[in-house]
């Protein structure tokens, strides 16, 4: 699934919305340390009071949220598992009685609980809807009536949240005009913050893809991987944030440990053309980059020396695979921070190459060039050049 596909499904998460059918939710309460099943029931979604369903809406909504690669993972299920979540979930798909598809979704609730201890209450929450996406749009002019032609899916969510114990507080009763403790003390759903999740089938261009899932973890960069391999039966993953460190390493391993601006500017902005080039091509797939693509972006880069044996070589020690590939989007970070006891600078890393590191009269000096006047507090700096010192002596480059 791409970002597209997944802000698709995320936007029909609204109220009587035709393209988005909630038929059931299933909720399920669980205790903590003891991983107890308390409570669970099921209900058509449309008996909920209508606050309640926006309150799930919002949930559902916020589970789906965040970037690929970072909180949203699109994993590929392992072969050959026996008895596997993503059996259970395509049966699930195409099971009619509610009984036996609480059954299925109550096996998935023990392999969660199975090897995590929550200290606080949790409720897991399951719907099972029909996603309806317009593939063509009926031709207003053509006396056939009807509307327009859509595809329909079947599609399983789930979200885990903890549940928050309520705090003692003093109210003011207006009947009796009186202050007093709060009585109601019921466990609250925390909807707002959704622990982890997931949506099966994954979906490509509107086409439901069985043999993947969408995984959501609840913090960035964070997935929690012994619910990717135990609970879900998926292969592993690499987050964005493994894909750019490894790739900064293999790097340090070709160049060395010191580069000029230009060159890491210039490495991120043809990484940068190579993304741009996949998107217009309109590939179903993310751009990848292998060690070849490695090497020709350093030639183009400026970087001397630089060969496939020696390429290989350090993708062979930093990934421990010279054949892995990167996702291209992921190495090119929106910002980049330089950090000195003076200041600090945020640039993207296209400007990067307007910033050069130099010595100046035997100290180290950050030369940021720019096409402006530079005003602080108003008023215009004066400028001065490298031989202007006031006191008679000379400084140059």
Request: charge should be negative.
């Amino acid at each position: 699934m791409n970002k597209k596909d997944i802000a698709n499904i995320r936007k029909q998460f609204k109220l009587n919305n035709q393209y988005l059918n909630i038929k059931e939710i299933f909720n399920v309460y669980v205790k903590k340390e003891s991983n107890e099943i308390y409570h669970h029931i099921c209900q058509p979604f449309e008996l909920l009071e209508q606050e309640a369903q926006e309150l799930f809406l919002d949930n559902f909504k916020k589970t789906l949220a965040g970037q690929l690669d970072t909180k949203l993972f699109e994993l590929k299920f392992q072969h050959g598992v026996e008895n596997s979540t993503r059996d259970l979930l395509y049966d699930g798909l195409q099971i009619e009685d509610t009984e036996d598809w609480i059954e299925q979704m109550l096996q998935i609730v023990e392999r969660m609980y199975a090897h995590k201890v929550y200290e606080f209450d949790t409720v897991v929450t399951f719907i099972r809807a029909e996603y309806r996406k317009p593939t063509r749009k009926r031709d207003p002019e053509s006396e056939v009536g009807g509307s327009d032609e859509v595809y329909f899916s079947p599609l399983i969510l789930c979200t885990l949240n903890k549940i928050d114990q309520p705090k003692k507080t003093l109210v003011f009763d207006y009947i009796e005009r009186t202050f007093k403790s709060n009585t109601e003390l019921d466990p609250v759903i925390n909807l707002t913050a959704p622990l982890t999740g997931f949506l099966f089938p994954a979906f490509t261009d509107n086409a439901a893809d069985v043999n993947h899932i969408l995984y959501a973890s609840g913090k960035a960069n964070e997935p929690s991987y012994t619910f990717i391999a135990d609970v879900l039966n998926c292969e592993d993953i690499m987050t964005a944030e493994d894909d750019k460190i490894g790739f900064e390493m293999i790097l340090k391993n070709v160049i060395g440990e010191k580069v000029e601006s230009e060159v890491i500017s210039n490495v991120y902005e043809e990484i940068d053309r190579f993304v741009q080039e996949k998107e217009e091509e309109e590939e179903s797939e993310p751009p990848m980059i292998n060690y070849q693509d490695v090497e020709r972006i350093l030639k183009v880069s400026g970087v001397e020396n630089v060969d496939t044996e020696k390429v290989e070589h350090a993708f062979k020690s930093v990934i421990d695979d010279e054949r892995h590939e990167f996702k291209a989007i992921n190495l090119v970070p929106k910002s980049i921070k330089i950090n000195t006891k003076v200041a600090d600078l945020k640039l993207s890393p296209k400007e990067l190459k307007y910033v050069k590191y130099i010595m100046y009269q035997g100290k180290r000096c950050l030369l940021l060039e720019i096409d402006e006047d530079v005003v602080v507090e108003g008023l215009t700096l004066e400028t001065k050049n490298p031989g202007d010192q006031g006191d008679g002596s000379t400084g140059s480059f």
